[in-house]
């Protein structure tokens, strides 16, 4: 079955403890991304991947990273999360950026 | 810059009735449009998409139109059903763009019974 899958999809963690929550394609899919989804402002996104090793910002950057060390994984990585990171969190991925993107679970993050 | 926007934050519509949810973009560069549906608790999922060299697009009782000359896109949900109740968000993608899609707000449907 072809999905986009998130882990974990709940995290409680505290100010300034780094976490990373993973996402995994199994399509074979070049571009991946990263949004964030706040009530009243939609889905933003964080960072994308065009390609293994090409990443770049996107319109909410601050306070992530992120790696494409193997084309079907794109972990988010918070190095000092704190309370405004505090979201809803999709990895998304597509052929082109152009075509289907198909989304992941979901990840609720609170940082306390 | 660019954006997408939704017209009414809410709709209710009668179970069996059409539903239309409206979406206006600034940027005319824009040339793929693509309607999702988010159920609570889940991820967006595709319902339709169009490109620009089109002016509307069917699928299983839903229907895109596209007007690029106000900018305009709707999706028409043909006889309502429960089921439908979720949160619809339009999305865009420039042309050339390396960073897939630009969302709207979205609208919240609700189907009455």
């Known amino acids: 079955e072809a999905q986009v899958t998130q882990n974990p999809r709940y995290l409680i963690t505290v100010t300034g403890k780094k976490l990373t929550v993973t996402c995994s394609q199994n399509m074979n899919h070049e571009y991946m991304s990263w949004y964030r989804q706040d009530p009243g402002l939609g889905l933003r996104q964080i960072y994308y991947s065009m390609n293994v090793e090409v990443t770049d910002k996107g319109d909410v950057p601050e306070g992530y990273k992120v790696s494409r060390k193997e084309k079907r994984n794109f972990p988010l990585i918070l190095e000092s999360p704190s309370p405004n990171q505090t979201s809803l969190y999709f990895c998304?991925?597509?052929?082109?950026?152009?075509?289907?993107?198909?989304f992941g679970q979901g990840t609720r993050l609170t940082v306390v | 810059g660019e954006s997408v926007g939704l017209h009414l934050p809410t709709l209710s519509v009668q179970e069996g009735d059409n539903s239309i949810i409206n979406c206006a973009y600034s940027?005319?560069?824009?040339?793929?449009f693509i309607w999702y549906k988010q159920e609570s608790g889940k991820g967006p999922q595709f319902i339709i998409d169009i490109r620009s060299n089109m002016d509307k697009r069917q699928g299983q009782r839903v229907t895109v139109l596209l007007n690029k000359t106000v900018k305009h896109l709707s999706l028409q949900i043909a006889a309502t059903q429960p089921g439908d109740s979720a949160v619809y968000f339009c999305a865009e993608n420039l042309a050339g763009s390396a960073r897939q899609l630009t969302f709207g707000s979205g609208t919240q449907l609700t189907v009455l019974p």
């Open positions: 998304a991925s597509s052929l082109l950026t152009n075509t289907e993107a198909f």
């Open positions: 940027n005319s560069a824009s040339d793929y």
